[in-house]
Each structure stands twice: as structure tokens, then as C-alpha cells.
């Protein structure tokens, strides 16, 4: 149930009739039901980003999180952990009750929510916003659109901290999400008002088994 040939099987129909997301609440839909499983879930946080959380002296008190396409929940679970006022939001409403039975006792606002068309009060609204291998998933235009959308979220003064595959430059595009991201385009993060502080080309787990991923970290200006 893990192999991921549903994922395949969705996304591939749901591109064919122009949804590019349509697919996330059928395949979560599908996993509530046991009938398959959520090729991502990683039944905890996202390693990369536990290690740059505990390298930080993070000061939270008082200070909102939001956690992008949080799926079930482990992230926005993490963040919360860090004394963050929370949201964790998912296009699929199927991911957020999974989210919300996994965790009935939790402080963080599941929420419903698109990134491409966001609640109006959440643009500059929050002082740590956490993108974790979501945008990845999205095709051109979507994927451009979705880029500014996570950087929009900063609170001024506010970080922006995201992880995702990265692109090998000999790899061909599969013709299946996810697709990972260019150096451009983990660059394009540093907009309105953003400024990259780090840009870590990593390989995790470590050695020839790992795959490449992006730590990147970017600052608003006050």
C-alpha cells in the first residue's frame, strides 16, 4: 500500500483534466479508509527540519507558525512542540480530520485551506512559516504562483524556512510529481521583502543512499 502507484495514478488523471491539485483529496480520501497509503508520510517530522530547528535559538513565545500542506500532521506537530502558536493547513479536508484523529488532544488549528488562495489575514501574518516538500508537487504556472504564496505569508522580521528536493541538473523530468526544485527556483523564495540567510545543498540520509535536498532559510526585514 506504499508503493506510491496510486499517488501515480491520481496525479497522472488529475493533470490530464488541468487540476494539477485535484488529486491530494482523493489519495487521503483513499488512505482514511486503509485502502492505500500517503507515499510522503513519514510517520514523524521532517529530519532536516528538526535539525535546523534544534541548531536555532528560536524565540517563541507569543510568536505564530504556520505549516504548509501539512498532510498528517507530524510537522505542524513538531512546531507546535517549539512553543509556536500554530496553523497547519492541506487543500485535501480528508488530510486535515486524519490530522486532527491522529492528534485530538493538539494546539494546532488544522485548518482547510489553498495556498494558491489563501485566507485574506494570513499574508504577512505569521513569524515562522515552515514549507516542507509541498511546492514540489505543483507543475509550471502553479509552481511559480505557490512560490510567492509561501514567501507572502512572512510577518516582517518574520523566517521562512523550507525544505524540498533538490534537482540533479542531468535528471529528466519525471512525468509525475514530485518534481524537484532548481537552484532558481529555491532562490525565487527571496521575494517581497526576503532575503536568503542560507541555502544548504544537502543529502539525506547521508551517502550514496540519500537523495538531495534544499535547507533553505530566509529572513523578512522589519
Known sequence: MSDGHTANR??????????????????YAAASLGRTSVPWDRGGPQPLLVNWARDENLSCAGRRAVVIGCGLGDDAEFVAGLGFDTVAFDLSASAIRMARHRFPRSDVRYVQADLLDPPATWPGAFDLVVEVQTVQALPDPERGRAISA?????APGGT???VTAAAETTEPKSPVPPWPLTRAEIEAFATGGLVRQRVDDVRYPAGPGGGRFWLAVFR???
Open 160 to 162: 521562512l524556512v523550507v
Open 220 to 222: 523578512a526585514g522589519l
Open 10 to 27: 491520481l496525479a497522472v488523471e488529475s493533470l490530464a483534466a488541468g487540476d494539477p491539485t485535484g488529486w491530494f483529496e482523493p489519495l
Open 150 to 154: 509561501v514567501s507572502g505569508l512572512t
